[in-house]
T-cell receptor, first 116, second 115 residues
Framework: ETGVTQTPRHLVMGMTNKKSLKCEQHLGHNAMYWYKQSAKKPLELMFVYNFKEQTENNSVPSRFSPECPNSSHLFLHLHTLQPEDSALYLC???????????????FGPGTRLTVL | DQQVKQNSPSLSVQEGRISILNCDYTNSMFDYFLWYKKYPAEGPTFLISISSIKDKNEDGRFTVFLNKSAKHLSLHIVPSQPGDSAVYFCAARIRSGGSNYKLTFGKGTLLTVNP
């Protein structure tokens, strides 16, 4: 148990559906991240939020829309996805400088997404 | 273009022997290197890290070595145990603007420790 929870753990959706992934961290961290892990590929950073402000958008298509209402919660809203978006979506949090070190990111268990 | 490379997708080792996992990088601006371990159905967990100004960091059975001139790091596990069987990710940190940093990950190496 890393202190980062993600729901749902598994999600199957059609290309016309709209769904949301949720992440919650119970560690008092100030930074939260979304990563995508596709088969046989490295973890790809998607978005970074620091103190609820988006500080990184790694050229992610607009069909992925993040939301960070507070430092403990992070959402990823999904709409009109493609089959190639099927992957494991991981959320992470860290205590960023000047209060901590970004190297120690704590990951949730991930949401396994399948787009039909 | 992959800046962090783990060229061995898998490694199999006998229990009690040494496991050596390798990682190469291309960006000399990386200032911190980390190893994460991932079991199936779980997220990656932080294992050990090393600053770019050091060449070795040890924590129990785990030691990370950094060779900056070769842009190479390795993780040594001695002695290896069956519970060490997992996917190991190498990651490197770089400043992405202001006081923000980001991590770049390799593809991972699946370590299997046989009893």
């Amino acid at each position: 148990e890393t202190g980062v929870t993600q729901t749902p753990r598994h999600l199957v959706m059609g290309m016309t559906n709209k769904k949301s992934l949720k992440c919650e961290q119970h560690l008092g961290h100030n930074a939260m991240y979304w990563y995508k892990q596709s088969a046989k590929k490295p973890l790809e950073l998607m978005f970074v939020y620091n103190f609820k402000e988006q500080t990184e958008n790694n050229s992610v298509p607009s069909r992925f829309s993040p939301e960070c209402p507070n430092s403990s919660h992070l959402f990823l809203h999904l709409h009109t996805l493609q089959p190639e978006d099927s992957a494991l979506y991981l959320c992470a949090s860290s205590q960023d400088p000047p209060y901590g070190r970004t190297d120690t990111q704590y990951f949730g268990p991930g949401t396994r997404l399948t787009v039909l | 273009d992959q800046q962090v490379k783990q060229n061995s997708p898998s490694l199999s080792v006998q229990e009690g022997r040494i496991s050596i996992l390798n990682c190469d990088y291309t960006n000399s601006m990386f200032d911190y290197f980390l190893w994460y371990k991932k079991y199936p159905a779980e997220g990656p967990t932080f294992l050990i890290s090393i600053s770019s100004i050091k060449d070795k960091n040890e924590d129990g059975r785990f030691t990370v070595f950094l060779n900056k001139s070769a842009k190479h790091l390795s993780l040594h596990i001695v002695p290896s145990q069956p519970g060490d069987s997992a996917v190991y990710f190498c990651a490197a940190r770089i400043r992405s603007g202001g006081s923000n940093y980001k991590l770049t990950f390799g593809k991972g190496t699946l370590l299997t420790v046989n009893p």
